[in-house]
């Protein structure tokens, strides 16, 4: 009896289980579906462009180097002698004009060689005009028996010998005197140039002598830029300036406190020799008054620089006719430009001839006129739909 009740129990289960699948089954089979209405519809994406202009332009190779004086000596002086007077001029850091006096060397024993000198001299003048008197005297004597005397002989008679001794003798002691004086001159050591001074090495009561180092001195007129620049670039390079070129080169002197600070250069050589460390090449850059002296020979310019100075240099390349200059973030990847061109974007293949640290020189694969894209978008793709985010269109100007 239990058997039977759990037999009908099962079946009763399984029954009603079945049943309500088969009602679930209904309701899901009968349930409306959802349609998606405008899902594929594509969307352009928003982007902002600059037109395309051909032009020539002149590329800028940057390089880097050092700021160092064109005239740098070391002052000595060419007589010995005691130190007896110090220009308050002379001083490390003080800017002197040429032919400003720094040292004078006790000139007591020059002046002593000078007088004696002098005396010489007037020895000799006074024995050569002696011998003139003589000569006129020799003439006479010679008009009387000229017709008995050998020609050889007449040069004896007419005391010629003794006029060029004296006339020898004059010479000599005029050099003598030349000297005197130039050595008492050398007593007083002046600057040979507009410069600076960097050292001073001798005070009052210093015993000189010649070859003694004075001081470091340098000119501040001109300042020269050594600077390297990779053999690639090098054919690039504008021709070196002439004397009456106009300075063509930007300096940028990024050291000077929180304000970058700009000069004007002339690019003079190109050095024929590589840098030993690098292996690049070098050029010679010249920089007319660095300090900023022409207002006032005694005031430095705050804006002045500074020999020793590690500076950015922008030299002039040739000029690349027929190109599009563009900026350099707008080279897109395996040298590609993005151009917006009916509503679609066109991935276009370009030549670059050149690029800079700030542009690419493109000579082919873009129009006149063409409107490339400056914004960054992720959907990259062959002729995806773009659109103006605003009707403003920017120019590339060429420089």
């Not at 050149?354 to 002729?383: C, H, M, P």
Request: proline share 4%.
């Amino acid at each position: 009896m239990l058997r039977k009740t759990a037999v009908k129990t099962i079946l009763t289960s399984a029954v009603m289980i079945i049943g309500s699948a088969m009602a679930i089954s209904i309701i899901f089979s009968t349930e409306p579906k959802a349609q998606k209405d405008g899902a594929t519809k594509k969307t352009p994406m928003l982007v902002e462009v600059i037109n395309a202009d051909w032009g020539n332009h002149v590329p800028v190779i940057r390089t880097y180097g050092v700021v160092k004086p064109s005239k740098t000596i070391q002052l000595k002086p060419r007589v010995g002698g005691e130190v007896v007077a110090v220009s308050p001029q002379f001083v490390p850091g003080n800017l002197v004009s040429q032919g400003q006096w720094l040292i004078k060397l006790d000139p007591t024993d020059f002046e002593i060689a000078l007088e004696r000198a002098r005396s010489e001299l007037t020895k000799a003048e006074s024995a050569y005009a002696i011998e003139q008197g003589e000569q006129i005297r020799a003439q006479k004597a010679f008009d009387l028996v000229s017709k008995t005397i050998a020609s050889d002989n007449k040069a004896l008679i007419l005391r010629q010998p003794q006029l060029k001794q004296a006339e020898a003798e004059v010479k000599t002691a005029q050099a003598v005197v030349r000297q005197a004086e130039i050595e008492l001159e050398r007593t007083v050591i002046a600057m040979p140039f507009s410069g600076q001074i960097l050292s001073r090495e001798a005070n009052l009561g210093s015993q000189l002598t010649p070859g003694n180092v004075l001081a470091d001195v340098i000119g501040t007129k001109t300042y020269w830029i050594e600077s390297n620049i990779p053999l690639s670039q090098l054919a690039w390079l504008a021709a070196p300036a002439s004397d009456d070129d106009q300075a063509n080169v930007v300096i940028k002197n990024t050291t000077a406190g929180n304000q970058e600070t700009e000069h004007l250069g002339r690019l003079i050589q190109v050095i024929t020799r590589l840098d030993e460390q690098s292996r690049m090449a070098r050029v010679l850059i010249e920089v007319n008054d660095p300090l900023g002296l022409t207002a006032n020979e005694q005031q430095i310019s705050s804006n002045a620089l500074i020999a020793g100075t590690y500076v950015e240099t922008d030299l002039p390349a040739k000029t690349i006719n027929n190109s599009v200059k563009l900026p350099i973030q707008l080279l897109r990847k395996r040298d590609t430009a993005w151009v917006m061109k009916d509503g679609k974007l066109d991935i276009r293949n370009v030549t670059v001839v050149y690029r800079d640290e700030n542009f690419a020189y493109i000579s082919g694969g873009l129009n006149d006129g063409d409107k490339i894209i400056t914004t960054d978008i992720s959907a990259v793709r062959q002729g995806a739909n773009v659109e103006l985010k605003s009707q403003s269109v920017i120019n590339m100007q060429a420089e």
